[in-house]
């Protein structure tokens, strides 16, 4: 059994996304960012860095798997799905895979941080990740010209990539006029694993879902 350590976060949406896709059973320990319970001393004991998700992989010796674009494809490898096992399709996944770890998702955050977060207001930083989040939405656009998925089949790397795009409104960068990112947008967001593995964990039912966007709760990238 997978133990998922994770919040309601992209990169935590990555994993759950991925479980559910997988059709992997898996427990959900919830971790709260506001209350920094990632950074008390039996957490950063499974993960030193302080950041979900984190897994538990209980079926083999407790192993821990830290960092969600390695916690991808470690399920993946272990369920045989979503990763091609030929050479040149596995590098088509890991290379885009790669570009949501080393692009997407830093720039994104980063927009997170000075849009949404940061006690004074930035323009010129607000505007140069708003405007590099674009520019790799453009990116992505391009691939997808001719291209249903990402990487030849869907697979970890349109996951990953999805569960950050989806939240391009809250970073303040428009996908307006892309076409086939939209489709692929679309078209990922219908899937039932992703629409079940996005409300993991589940919201505390007391707070209304526009509360907890008012208040950044749903989309904090601590």
Known sequence: ?????????????????????????????????????????????????????????????????I??????????EKSGQLLPVAPKGRSLVMQWLMFQMGGIGPMMGQANVFYRYFPEKLPSAI???????????????????DNEWLAGDYSIADIANWAWVRTHEWSGASIEGLDHLIRWHEV???????????????????????????????????
């Not at 960092?67 to 993946?76: F, P, R």
């Not at 992703?194 to 409300?199: I, L, N, P, R, S």
């Open 127 to 145: 505007s140069r990740y708003q405007n590099e989040s674009r520019r790799l939405f453009e990116v992505l656009n391009t691939r997808l010209t």
């Open 1 to 65: 059994m997978i133990e998922l350590l994770t919040s309601r976060t992209p990169n935590g949406h990555k994993v759950s996304i991925a479980l559910e896709e997988m059709d992997m059973p898996y427990t959900v320990t919830p971790i709260s960012l506001q209350d920094k319970v990632q950074k008390e001393t039996w957490f950063q004991d499974l993960n030193p860095n302080g950041r979900i998700p984190v897994i538990i992989d209980h079926d083999d010796e407790d192993f821990v798997v």
């Open 67 to 76: 960092e969600s674009g390695a916690i991808l494809v470690y399920l993946a």
């Open 188 to 222: 990922i967001a219908a899937r039932p694993a992703c629409e079940k593995g996005v409300a993991v964990p589940h919201r505390r039912e007391d707070i209304p879902l526009a509360d907890l966007v008012k208040t950044g709760q749903e989309m904090v990238t601590i």
